[in-house]
């Protein structure tokens, strides 16, 4: 228990969690499997372009399998659910791609459904359902940051801060390479001195509008 009336709360479990796995295979193919699609989608996903983007998706999807898997299912180990938050999201961005799962191979959509699958077969009902909360928490993230802002209106509401992308080190004019491109942070630039300077677009300029800006006014033509 985390929280109880007899001592102080325990609050380091609700880490410590993340780092307990199963006996038997899961030793082994956990760790494996988190390495693996973590690492993929932090590096070629473009859902997280700009630094500290992976952290945010990781603390929201953690905190929903805390209070899924932790509150209501009282699970204890909570490293397969996010492994398989982390499968789904890679999934979910390379629906086509082709991977291995063991001597199979099948497209990868189907990876999160073969993940909890074998949990069931190995570990039985309980384990596979704790597990579930993790594909629970990655698609509830895609849906709040991706499907609701763009087929139904909404707004996004998870964001990084700008106090967390500098932790990651988002400096103006640092460049991070990712799978599909590279990414360049915008620097600030301001127009004029003294604290009355107001600041300019981080994007470039290509000087059309001041050269407009620059001539008379028109005339047109056949008028006198």
Do not use: C
């Not at 295979?25 to 932090?42: H, K, R, V």
């Not at 700009?50 to 399998?65: A, K, M």
């Not at 291995?100 to 009902?125: C, E, H, Q, R």
Request: glycine fraction near 12%.
């Amino acid at each position: 228990m985390v929280f109880t009336t007899k001592m102080a709360p325990q609050l380091w479990r609700i880490f410590t969690a993340f780092l307990i796995t199963k006996p038997k295979f899961a030793i082994l193919l956990d760790p494996y499997f988190l390495y693996q699609y973590g690492s993929a989608i932090e590096r070629e996903s473009s859902r997280f372009s700009q630094p500290g983007d992976f952290f945010v998706y990781t603390l929201f999807v953690g905190t929903v399998i805390v209070t899924l898997a932790g509150a209501l299912l009282n699970a204890y180990t909570f490293l397969p659910a996010l492994s398989l938050a982390y499968a789904y999201t890679f999934a979910q961005d390379n629906p086509t791609r082709q991977v291995s799962f063991f001597i199979v191979n099948f497209d990868s959509k189907y990876l999160p459904f073969a993940l909890l699958f074998m949990t069931f077969i190995i570990d039985g009902g309980d384990a596979a359902l704790a597990q579930l909360t993790g594909l629970v928490a990655a698609h509830l993230y895609d849906f709040l940051t991706r499907i609701w802002p763009a087929f139904g209106g909404g707004k996004n509401y998870i964001f990084t801060p700008q106090v967390v992308k500098r932790w990651f080190g988002a400096t103006p004019g640092s460049v991070q390479n990712r799978g599909y491109g590279h990414v360049v942070q915008g620097r600030g630039r301001t127009t004029g001195t003294g604290a009355g300077a107001e600041p300019e677009s981080a994007g470039r300029s290509t000087g059309v509008s001041n050269a407009w800006g620059s001539m008379g006014p028109g005339r047109r033509l056949g008028a006198e």
